[in-house]
């Protein structure tokens, strides 16, 4: 066969070392004996992994068995096994506030627990803002990785020229800035759980987005991993309320709202935001305790999204489907922090914004936002 001159030879079709068959492209095991395609490769894999382990590189031995998944038949032993070792390292690295609260307690745990969730739920999230504040003010070398990519900056560029058209360039750069310190919140929890993406992309009037290469093992993961961006979005709006409160500049309460409204608008549980993906780990009970909570931020007057929020969270609490019989308490108690760290944002911004030019006709264009 020729194509524009080029002979192009077919490509041998691949032989199963040990009984011989033939086996399709597609297939990661032999259809005739059952031996794996890439043992080879798996065997290495699994000794590299341990090798990582024993050196406490959690987050190495991580990449190598999610690797190991991609090479593993989805119904096979083999990886289940590996899929339970993934789990494991994921708890690990996740921290101390990743459990699922899967082990039974007694009636008196379980009423202890409950107010420790509920005394905890703004504490977990001030610890996560005081980890991400450090990052952004302190070190902060995370953040450079995004923008050491070419594809990037450039497209950061773009969107800050097509923003600043609109809205002026400081307007426009505290925006990119904030959806730039979102995005960074996944990359880092992908990073993480040594699951890998690419660096964030900029669409002008969309937000941005991180391609995953490969797909989280599990839901909590998945939860986690979603939540990362608020959570850092909300930190970035934090920050930028602090400046303006510092120096008495409205241009700093105005980002600060308007990162802490696409931070809320990603909250959302549906399709594939962010809220979504969190609410993927919540128990019924649980999704209808955050829609309790978001109607009582809507019905406080704080602002009109809190309504979608509320209507969104009280549609996935009453469908019976797609919900675990335990939720993860740590994802919930993310969940509740930000929904009322957020509003609180929204309503102390608000105070100290003014009525600088652009910036009415941006909240409202900003639906169109999905970071």
Request: net charge positive; charged share 15%.
């Amino acid at each position: 066969m020729t194509t524009a001159g080029l002979s192009i030879a077919p490509r041998a079709p691949r032989v199963c070392v040990a009984c011989g068959a033939q086996i399709a492209e597609a297939l990661l095991s032999c259809p005739s004996c059952g031996q794996l395609v890439h043992a080879a490769e798996l065997k290495q894999l699994a000794a590299e992994a341990a090798g990582s382990e024993t050196a406490g590189d959690a987050r190495g031995a991580l990449e190598r068995w999610r690797r190991m998944l991609e090479l593993l038949p989805s119904q096979s032993t083999q990886h289940a096994r590996v899929l339970a070792k993934v789990q494991v390292l994921s708890d690990a690295v996740a921290g101390p506030q990743s459990g699922g609260g899967a082990k039974p307690t007694s009636a008196g745990g379980a009423s202890r627990s409950k107010k420790a969730a509920g005394i905890g739920t703004v504490g977990i999230l001030l610890a996560k803002f005081k980890w991400v504040i450090l990052a952004l003010l302190g070190k902060g070398k995370v953040l450079l990785v995004g923008l050491a990519q070419a594809k990037t900056f450039l497209s950061m560029g773009i969107a800050l020229a097509v923003y600043a058209s609109f809205y002026g360039w400081k307007f426009g750069l505290g925006l990119i800035a904030s959806i730039y310190v979102h995005e960074m919140g996944h990359v880092v929890w992908l990073r993480r759980y040594g699951i890998a993406a690419t660096a964030p992309m900029f669409i002008p009037g969309f937000g941005a987005f991180v391609r995953l290469k490969q797909h989280p093992a599990t839901v909590r993961e998945d939860a986690r991993v979603g939540l990362a961006g608020p959570v850092w979005g909300a930190a970035a709006a934090l920050a930028a309320l602090a400046l303006g409160a510092a120096f008495d500049k409205p241009i700093f309460f105005t980002i600060a709202r308007i990162g802490a409204w696409i931070n809320i608008f990603n909250l959302i549980p549906i399709w594939q935001l962010d809220g979504g993906r969190g609410f993927a780990a919540l128990s019924r009970g649980q999704r209808g305790l955050v829609a309790a909570v978001c109607w009582a931020l809507a019905l406080s007057g704080a602002d009109g999204m809190m309504y979608l929020l509320a209507i969104a969270a009280s549609f996935r609490a009453a469908g019976k489907g797609n919900a675990p019989p335990v939720g993860d308490r740590a994802v919930l108690a993310t969940y509740l922090a930000l929904a009322v760290g957020l509003t609180a944002l929204m309503v102390a911004a608000h105070h100290g914004a003014g009525d600088l030019p652009g910036t009415r006709p941006a909240r409202a264009r900003s639906a169109a936002l999905s970071v």
